[in-house]
Structures are given as C-alpha cells and as structure tokens.
C-alpha cells in the first residue's frame, strides 16, 4: 500500500509539471503585454498552440534523416524527467535518490546535444548558426552550471536536491557570500539556457539573432509541438530548481500528510506566480544584447560561480 501511494505521489509530481509549464508560460506572456499596454494572449493560449499543432500534418525535408525524427520526442523525454525531478511540494518523494543536480545537469545537456544535431540535420543555413550559436552558449552555461553545483555540494555535503533543500532550510545556512554569488550565477545561467532576453527573445524569428527558433524552424506539426512543450517545461524546471534550493519554504517534509503536501502545492503555486512576475518585468525592462556580447554576459556567471565555489574552499581551509 505504500508504495502504491508513493508512486502515486510521484506520478502526480510528473504530470503536474507538464500540466503546469505551459500556464507558467502563458502567464509570463499575459503579464509582459499587460505591462507594454497590450491585452495580449489569454493564460490558456499556449494550450491552445500546442493542440493546433498536434492535429497538424507533419511537413518533413526531403533529406531529413531518422535523427530529424527522434529528436523531439528525447529533447522531450529527457527535459520532463529532469523538471520531474526537481522537488516542487514535496520531498522525500519515490525517486528523490536520483534528484541529483549532475544527472539534471546531464539530462539538460543531452537534451541540448539533440537539438544541435536535429538544427545540423537538414543542413539549412539557419539551422546551423542556431546550432553554433547554442553550442556557443553551452560552452559556458555549463561550466557555469557545474561551479554553482560544486558550491551548494561544498556547503550541503550533498547534490541530491532534497538534502540541499533540506540543509537550506535548517539553521546552519546563514548569510553567506557564496549562496548569494551561486544565486545570481544561476538566475544569468537560467536566462540564457531558456533564450530568454537579453541572450534571445523568444517572441521573434529575426534571422540575425535568433538562437533556440533558428534550430526549430524546419519542424512542423506534432514535432513542433513537443519541440514548444519540451522548452516550457525547461522554463518551469530552472524556476523549479531555483524555488527548491534557494527558496525551499513551503515544501512537504518526508512522512508528512495531505495537509502538509496541500501546504507545499499552494506554496509553489505562490512560487511560480511571483517567478514569472519578476521574469516579465525583467524582460521588458532590459533590451536584447547583440550575440557576441553572450560570451561577457556568460563569463561572468562563470567567475561568480568560481569565485563562490573559491571563496568557500579557501574559508573552510580546503576539502576536508
């Protein structure tokens, strides 16, 4: 019977982050027209595009290869189970063993791998600058990534997002300079990993900047479906992470009832409202840099991370 119910609860934690990512999109829209003076999409609006699209008829190249095909639905499998991961009411769940920030980082960059590859396949030029222009970001989101994984691993003794949720919300944490270098170092890293602006603007196909819709442009139908579903639930995955390991109040401990797990479902709700809120004023607020300021926009994320991860070697006296 208990396992019955944690697989329960660890179900109901999978579909509510793919029931949710498109709302959490659709709000960040709604709420950037509102604030330029427009009436803009209604919330359900990206429900809508990605039923339209799934009853459309797949429109392929003709020297798309089997690649072209497949990758959508990894992109996919690989960005759902990764954002599945992530604690969002609760901890402690069936699978909070391998919520471990590596694996997440290492499902996000196969995921990323695919879509290069898939942007390369019909050997389009737009295609291939997306794909260059992504592999250029990676380069030094993930390294970026990694020093902020390596921080929180050095203060929580651990990568498994339940214990760094669990360490943070104990007394131990303090003000600490490197929490504050890894948090901003993350928010740059989740911007630019979702081509949000000032990296890429989501709402444009302007051929001389794009990056993430360059890669997409040849799909089509379902394809562009699961393509469109699989970047929401990235968005969703970064605000997730940043909710659970530096915002983690609200979440249902171990063991704990329905009215805790209510408590942690209204409290992340609350979470994602406020995340897109400040996503959408930050959005109108800044302009989009030209692409090769990308690099300067990422490097320093990468120094903030090392610096962080530094800092609180040397404190500590080294590893031991």
């Known amino acids: 019977m208990g396992v019955i119910r944690d697989l329960s609860v660890q179900g109901l934690q999978m579909m509510l982050v793919l029931a949710l990512a498109p709302l959490l999109t659709g709000w960040v829209r709604r709420l950037k027209a509102?604030?330029?003076?427009?009436?803009?999409?209604?919330?359900?609006?990206?429900?809508?595009?990605?039923?339209?699209?799934?009853?459309?008829?797949?429109?392929?190249?003709?020297?798309?290869?089997?690649?072209?095909?497949?990758?959508?639905?990894?992109?996919?499998?690989?960005?759902?189970?990764?954002?599945?991961?992530?604690?969002?009411?609760?901890?402690?769940?069936?699978?909070?063993?391998?919520?471990?920030?590596?694996?997440?980082?290492?499902?996000?960059?196969?995921?990323?791998?695919?879509?290069?590859?898939?942007?390369?396949?019909?050997?389009?030029?737009?295609?291939?600058?997306?794909?260059?222009?992504?592999?250029?970001?990676?380069?030094?989101a993930e390294p970026a990534m990694i020093m902020i994984v390596f921080s929180l691993a050095l203060l929580a003794h651990s990568t498994q997002l339940s214990t760094v949720a669990g360490f943070m919300l104990s007394s131990n944490v303090g003000l600490r300079v490197t929490l504050a270098m890894a948090l901003v170092a993350l928010l740059m890293v989740a911007v630019a990993e979702n081509g949000r602006i000032p990296i890429d603007n989501p709402a444009t196909h302007l051929e001389l900047t794009m990056v993430h819709e360059a890669m997409v442009l040849e799909y089509s139908g379902r394809h562009l479906a699961v393509l469109e579903l699989a970047s929401f639930l990235k968005l969703l995955l970064y605000i997730s992470l940043i909710a659970c390991v530096f915002v983690p109040w609200g979440l249902a401990p171990v063991g704990s009832g329905l009215a805790a797990a209510g408590i942690g479902l209204v409290a992340y709700l609350g979470k994602l409202v406020v995340a897109g809120a400040m996503l959408a004023i930050f959005e109108t607020s800044m302009a989009k840099m030209r692409v090769f300021r990308a690099p300067q926009y990422l490097g320093a994320a990468l120094m903030l991370g090392l610096l962080g991860a530094l800092l609180l070697f040397v404190s500590r006296g080294g590893l031991r």
């Open 34 to 140: 509102r604030l330029l003076r427009r009436r803009g999409p209604p919330l359900l609006q990206p429900y809508r595009d990605l039923w339209r699209l799934m009853r459309k008829e797949v429109v392929l190249a003709h020297n798309a290869s089997w690649l072209f095909r497949v990758a959508p639905y990894l992109i996919f499998a690989a960005t759902w189970v990764a954002a599945a991961l992530i604690p969002t009411f609760a901890t402690g769940l069936l699978f909070s063993w391998s919520a471990d920030l590596i694996a997440i980082t290492a499902l996000l960059g196969s995921a990323r791998f695919f879509l290069a590859l898939a942007g390369m396949d019909v050997g389009t030029s737009f295609g291939g600058i997306g794909s260059s222009r992504e592999v250029m970001i990676a380069s030094l």
